[in-house]
């Protein structure tokens, strides 16, 4: 007869779930999978040292969070990205990127101002050293951080869950188009803009970087394909 689980086990049950979910998450946006590829549940359990049981709860969540398919009878499978998916991530990712102007513009400090100057001057010096792989997680981290500093956690909460399916779209594009979707002075410009405290000019910058990055995007051999689907560019207003 099976007794009830404490409040303990299930507490340890979830916490090792997360931390399952987590690792597998870092994998697939680090790039040690391929889009398209399948993933393997008793392989990842090995590697991480668990039960299958949390590795399929974590193919769960992350399927929820459009980062997985879970195919019936064929497996788990890292997301592949149409046209229209696309499209939909950077027009609401613009979106995102046009409240957080609005908001932080009023509010950022000039400490806050001088954390992401310093934070750009790291990605230039890995742009010169030609360092695409240092590059990708100091950009995450800088647009993360823009988001973070406005204190709403629910914004984060949803930016976080876009941009993480965008980096997934837009890692190895990065890495293998020699950098044709970076541009730091952009970067340089959003900061400047927050720098006038002035929210519409914030707004309309930072939406401005989403609607190019897109036009980057299908610039670079990978997306090219997309730029013929009839689907309409996303756009900053």
Same mark, same amino acid.
């Given at each position: ?5 404490? &409040?303990l086990e299930i507490l340890q049950s979830k916490s ?6 987590? @690792?597998?998450? /870092?994998?697939?946006?680090?790039? @040690?999978? +391929?889009?398209? @590829? /399948? ?16 590795? !399929?709860?974590?193919?769960r969540a992350l399927e929820e969070a459009g980062l997985? #398919? %879970? ?7 890292? =997301? ?23 908001? &932080?513009?009023?509010?950022?400090? +000039? ?5 992401? =100057? ?46 993480? @399916? ?44 989403? #609607?190019?990055?897109?036009? !980057? %995007? ?20």
């Amino acid at each position: 007869m099976s007794s009830t689980p404490t &409040l303990l086990e299930i507490l340890q049950s979830k916490s090792l779930s997360m931390a399952v979910q987590n @690792e597998i998450l /870092k994998l697939i946006l680090q790039g @040690e999978f +391929d889009v398209g @590829e /399948k993933l393997s549940e008793a392989s990842l359990a090995n590697r991480l040292g668990v039960s299958r049981g949390p590795v !399929r709860e974590a193919f769960r969540a992350l399927e929820e969070a459009g980062l997985v #398919t %879970l195919s019936k009878n064929r497996g788990v499978f890292v =997301r592949e990205f149409t046209a229209e998916d696309v499209r939909e991530l950077y027009e609401v990712r613009i979106g995102l990127d046009q409240m957080v102007g609005r908001i &932080l513009a009023s509010r950022i400090t +000039d400490a806050q101002i001088n954390e992401l =100057r310093s934070m750009i001057a790291e990605m230039e010096s890995s742009l010169a050293d030609e360092d695409f792989a240092r590059y990708f997680p100091q950009n995450i981290a800088f647009h993360d951080r823009i988001v973070e500093m406005t204190g709403n956690q629910k914004l984060l909460a949803i930016y976080r869950r876009i941009t993480n @399916e965008m980096h997934l779209m837009r890692r190895r594009s990065i890495l293998s188009g020699g950098g044709k979707l970076i541009s730091n002075e952009e970067h340089q410009d959003i900061v400047d803009a927050l720098a006038t405290r002035d929210p519409e000019t914030a707004a309309r910058v930072m939406g401005e970087h989403g #609607t190019h990055g897109y036009r !980057r %995007l299908l610039e670079t051999r990978e997306f090219a394909h997309l730029a013929n689907s009839g689907e309409q560019a996303p756009v900053a207003v």
